[in-house]
Every structure is written in C-alpha cells, then in structure tokens.
C-alpha cells in the first residue's frame, strides 16, 4: 500500500528533492533534508532590471529562510549592481538604467540595512562624496555614489556646492575615502583648494582622495595631489576598493 508520493511530502516539508517515488506504507525513510536555496541569481537579475518590487520581495523571502543578510547583499544586490557597472561602463545601458536599478538597489538595502547592523557587519569602507564649490552638477556624483554603495561601502552625501571645511569635517567624521566631483572647468580648481585644506587641517595622509568629472583627467588627479581618478561610475567603485586596500 502506498501512504504518500515523495514528492508531496517534500512539499510539505519545503524541502528541495530531486528523488521521485512513494513510500510504503509503515516504512521509515531518511530523506536528504536540503534548506531551500535563497534566490540570490533572482535577486542579481531583478535588480538588473531595475525591479524594485520583485527585490524587495526575493529579499524578504531569503530573509524567512534565513539566508544570511551579507550572502543576500554581496551574492545578490552587489553581484547585481556589478553586472549595471560593467554594462554601464560598456555603453550597453545608460544614465536612466542605471539610475532605476540603483532605485531598486535601494529598495533592497532598505530591507537590509538594519539587519546587517543588528549583525555588525562592517561596510568595506566609509565614502564621502560631494560635487566642489561653486557646481551644482549631481547626476555622475549620484551614479557613483551608487556604485560604490554597490560595492559595500558606506557612502555620505555631501551634496553639491560643497566648500573646502565640509571635506575636511567629513574627514574628520570617519571618511576614509573623499570624492570630489567637478563638471565645470572653472570649479576644477576648488578641488585643490579643498586637498589644501585638508593638507593644512593636518588630517590629508589619514584619508584617500579620488576625483571625477567630465572635464578631468588623469595628470589633472596627479597635478592636484589626489590618489586616484576614474573616468565613470563602475570604474570609480574599483578605485574606492583599491584606495581603501592601499590606506
Ligand atoms: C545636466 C547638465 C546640467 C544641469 C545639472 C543638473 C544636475 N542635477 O546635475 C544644469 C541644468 C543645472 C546645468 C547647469 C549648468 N551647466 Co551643465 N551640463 C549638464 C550636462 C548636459 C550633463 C551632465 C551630466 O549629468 N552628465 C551625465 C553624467 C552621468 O556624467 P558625468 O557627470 O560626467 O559623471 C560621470 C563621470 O564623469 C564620473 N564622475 C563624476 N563625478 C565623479 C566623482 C568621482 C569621485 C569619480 C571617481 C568619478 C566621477 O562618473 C560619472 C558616472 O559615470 C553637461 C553636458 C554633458 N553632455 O556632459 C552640461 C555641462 C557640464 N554644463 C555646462 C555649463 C556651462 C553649465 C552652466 C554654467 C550653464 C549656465 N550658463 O548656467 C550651469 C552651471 C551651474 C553650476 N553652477 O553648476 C558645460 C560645462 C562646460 C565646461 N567645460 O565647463 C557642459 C559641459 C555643457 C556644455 N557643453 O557647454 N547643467
């Protein structure tokens, strides 16, 4: 006689089983508990695609089948949010991609945030981030800013317009990381003026300084003393891993 087909019982006891067959009945059998697999590729993929809802919801059932929030966050939302950088980076997506997936990036982190505090998860590091005085340019500071929240860093908005002391104060504050970001020729300059100040508030060799901006290059970065420049986004979150390798 037969009691239950296996396959009903896996169901029953959310277990993952590739075995087909019944049992008989008044036979014990041992099956090969396996925890449901978080959807973390599922995760990866809507957030690719830019789909908040369906983050927010793989996130919260990988949450109840208590995946650990740091697999959900490095295997899910960071792989995902690296995949846009590439892309991005190859001109395969543009601004208003990167920017909706960025938003379910978010989405997600909302979820996680607190989870990975109660935990004490370390971010890889503090960034603050600010477009230099006398520009009010954000759209490529934001995107960055994403980026590098992607990547697993903490990352402080220092808004745009930002004088010199905000730097220094962010740096004050625990940055590690300071990004400066300049769209227009004639704000270029601020972004010495600021490395100055932090020169003369004595705290420069205690943080790392990257730059970007349209109008920038390379010998621009060396010229003004900061440790590093990227051209784009995805480029700019592999700056901030290796200028917080080198710290
Ligand atoms: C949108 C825009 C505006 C918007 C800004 C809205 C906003 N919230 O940002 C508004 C209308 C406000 C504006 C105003 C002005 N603008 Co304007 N603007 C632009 C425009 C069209 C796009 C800039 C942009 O967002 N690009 C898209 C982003 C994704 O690219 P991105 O900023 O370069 O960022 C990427 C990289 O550079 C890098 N990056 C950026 N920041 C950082 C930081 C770090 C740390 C790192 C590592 C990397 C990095 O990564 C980003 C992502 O990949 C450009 C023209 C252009 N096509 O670039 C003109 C442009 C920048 N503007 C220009 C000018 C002249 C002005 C005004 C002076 C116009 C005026 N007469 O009023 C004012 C200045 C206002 C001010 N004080 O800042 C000129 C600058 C010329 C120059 N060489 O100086 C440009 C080039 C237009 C032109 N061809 O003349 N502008």
Redesign the pocket.
Known sequence: MICAPIAQLAEQQTLNLQVQGSIPCGRTIFLNRRKKMADFQGIAEALIKGQAPEVKELIQQAVSENSSPEDILTKGLIAGMSVVGKR?KNNEIY?PEVLISARAMHAGMDILKPLLMDLGVKPKGVVA?G?VK????????N??MMMIEGAGFNVIDLG??VPPEKYVQAANDGAQII?????????MPAMKKAIEALNDAGIRSSVKI???????TDSFADEIGAD?????????SE?AAELIASL
């Not at 006398?134 to 500071?141: C, E, F, Q, S, T």
């Not at 970001?181 to 004639?186: D, E, H, I, K």
């Not at 990257?210 to 920038?216: E, Q």
Request: zero cysteines; glycine letters at 14%; proline letters at 5%.
């Open positions: 991005f601004v981030i477009t006398g520009d009010l340019h954000d759209i490529g500071k995107l960055v745009v317009d990004g400066m970001s300049a769209l227009l020729t004639t704000t990257m730059v970007g901006g349209a109008p920038l590093g420049y990227a051209p784009d986004a995805a480029s700019a700056l």
